[in-house]
Structure formats: C-alpha cells, structure tokens
C-alpha cells in the first residue's frame, strides 16, 4: 500500500498546492495501486490506543513493488485515543494527513491534487501490525509465541527482551503466511530502529527507518 | 540628558529605500554564497518540531543547492527551470513551471541572493527596513515578502529575513495552515566563487 502512497507523495512535485478531505474511502485505482487491492479490505482496525504509549516519530518510508518503488518522509504520532500520520512532499510540504481517533474514525486530507488509489484503512492496518500488543504485553523470557486474533494467526520471536518479527497469516490458512515484520534495534522512545515489511498479499516491501526529530 | 532626535517617518522611508537598493546591488555581484543551515519546522498539530541541517549554495544567475545532512541525507538542486531532488535511493527531476507554488518560492530566494529587485516584486509585497536601535547591526536589516500572486498567496503567508550586509541570518515562513519554519544560517560565504569543478560537485544529489 505504501508503494502507491509513495507514488502519490511522488505526484506532489508535479502539482499545486491545495487541500482536499475526504471520508475514510478514496478508492480511485491510480498509479501503482494493486487490482486486487482496490477491492479487498485489510479488515476492522483495531482502536488508535491497540498502539501502547504516546510518541512522536519522524520516519522514512522506502517502499518497493513490481508496480515501483519509492521514498517519502512521514511523521507518526500517537496521543491518547488519536493515531496521526502526516506524510511530507520531496520539498518538505505537507502531502497528506491521514488521522484515527477513537471518537471520529479515520479521517484522509490530501494537500496535492491527487486520489488515494486504494483505502488509507491498509496504511493504518500496516502501522497497527507493526506496533500494536497483539498477543499481550512482552514475554518474560526470549523465545516464540503465537495466539489467533480476530481472523488471523500471529506469531512472534523475541530476542533479547526485544521483539525481533512477526508473522500474520489466516486463521482458516495458518501455513501460509501473508505479512512478515522484521524488527532492528529500538528508539529512545521504545519504538524500533528499522522496520521491514515484506506484504505477500499485495506484494510489497516497506522499510520504515525511524529519525531524530 | 540627551535626547536623540528621532529621523521622520518619510526620511526613514528613503533610508530603507537606499539601503535595500545598495543591498540588492551588493547581492548582484556576489560570486557566489555558501552558508550552513538548521531548519525547525513548526507543524501545528505535531507535539515537537522537525529539525533539518545541511549547507545551502548558491551559483549566480539561477543555481542553488540544499543539502541536507541530518537527520537523513538528502538534497534538492534547482538550475534555472529544473529541480532535482533525492538522495541514496536515486533522484528525480520536475519542470518548475509544472508547480507553481514551488516556481514562485524557488524563485524567490533565488531572485533575493541574485539581487533580482524587479523578480521579487512581480511575486512580493516588499517592506524592507534597517536595523534600528543602539544595538543594531550597522548593516543590519530585516525583510518582508508578503505573496501576491495566487495560488503561493493561498500557502505561504508571508516570509521574513533577517541579515547584515549579504549575510543572511535567518529566514522564517509562516504558511496559510498555521505551520511555520524557521532556518538559521551560519559559516555564511558570501564571497564564494564557485568554479567549474566545484559547481560540478555541488549542484548536484549527493549520494
């Protein structure tokens, strides 16, 4: 998903500056879009505050598919209740400002004349699988664990005290394995360093670096 | 006690005038300028400022590099008409005229470094004043560019410089949405000739 945002932040060199907000839905099936994204789910999203404590991040996204690749500045911020991600045109503008809150849902503002190709529900869904407590808080010792949330196996390994991947796959088809998160090191703030997320759903990777203010 | 008398506001006006007249003139023969930068970008709805430094350059008539160096490298190059932005990934590369809130922001610094009086004023409401005041610089000035042309009068509210002599010290933008940037420059070269190799170094991405 975030292989197409990086091809919509990419359009902002192209366009003017202006803003548009829309409903949580903004299917448009632009460039870089997944056919079978833009009709699929990523399914219900769990609440802002899945994601433990309150931080904000600056980020680097590098994003690839065999639709392209790609590279975009975002900040991520967590407040009780409220999950925001504002994502930066090459320029340092404002691109977009993608918004969950518990009170009033997801909430999509676009600053470049451009169509979200897909729902920013799968950009959410992909920050809630990196950083939400799905089986609970960490282990007490290094090793692996898994548990069934919702529809879906998740897996993980820990090492070091530190959570080191994740796996999700369907419950109704737990061998095979639809979203694999790789963790390296951790931030001041508890989050990690560097993020791989490899999609074989929609077959993308992302790798999200995490900054200095 | 001695009072000093204080000038009136119409020979204020002429001194401004002059002194913004000899500056720009000053710019238009600089060589070329160097300068080191850290940017705080004010974001309203963010809980802490994004912090940006780097070295900006600048090759009269129309060249200027901005290379970030912290928290991540990255560069954006404008010659003439083009701009060029990435880093280690790679880079890309749009027609300026294709946007033309970037156009009018690019050119305005460039059109201010290049001394370029009648550019500034075909996209700005100038008010240029001297520093004034028994700790003022003695070539001290402060400049305020006020867009008027749409659509960069729909983003950017106004800009406001602060220097002495060709040493630019700082430059912040206040935009429409409340965001506002503040850079501080400093190492300023304003006597910074760049030659043939140097230009072939520096205006380009860094990988």
Known sequence: ?213 | MVVAKADSPAKNEAKNEAMMTALLARFAKAPGIFARYKEEKHIALLQAPLVNEGTIHFAPPGRLARHTTKPIASSLVIDDKKVTFGGAEGSESMDLGTNPVARAFVDSFVMLLAGNRAGLERYFTIKFTAARGPKAAPDGWHLVLIPRTSPMDKVIKEMTLDGNGLEIREMVVRESSGDWTRTVFSAVDTNHPYDAAEQARVFRVQK
């Not at chain 1, 099936?29 to 802002?48: K, N, T, V």
């Open chain 1, 1 to 213: 998903m975030l292989v197409a945002l990086s091809t919509f932040v990419m359009a902002a060199a192209g366009g003017c500056g202006h803003q548009s907000e829309g409903p949580g839905d903004s299917r448009a099936g632009g460039a870089g879009a997944s056919p079978s994204a833009a009709s699929a789910s990523p399914g219900i999203l769990p609440p802002p505050d899945a994601i433990p404590g309150t931080f904000t991040v600056r980020q680097k996204i590098v994003a690839h598919s065999a639709h392209g690749s790609g590279s975009f500045e975002a900040v991520l911020q967590k407040e009780p209740g409220k999950l925001t991600l504002l994502g930066f045109t090459p320029y340092g503008a404002r691109a977009f400002l993608l918004e969950q809150s518990a009170a009033a849902g997801v909430k999509l503002t676009s600053y470049i004349p451009r169509q979200l190709p897909f729902s920013p529900d799968f950009i959410l869904m992909d920050i809630h699988r990196v950083l939400d407590a799905w089986l609970g808080p960490p282990p007490t010792a290094d090793g692996e664990r898994g548990g069934t949330v919702r529809d879906e196996v998740v897996r993980e390994r820990w090492t070091g005290g530190h959570l080191a991947s994740r796996t999700f796959a369907a419950a109704n088809d737990p061998s095979r394995v639809t979203t694999t998160v790789n963790y390296q090191g951790v931030t001041a703030v508890g989050l990690p360093v560097k993020v791989s997320i490899a999609n074989a759903r929609f077959g993308y990777d992302l790798t999200i670096e995490t900054l200095a203010m």
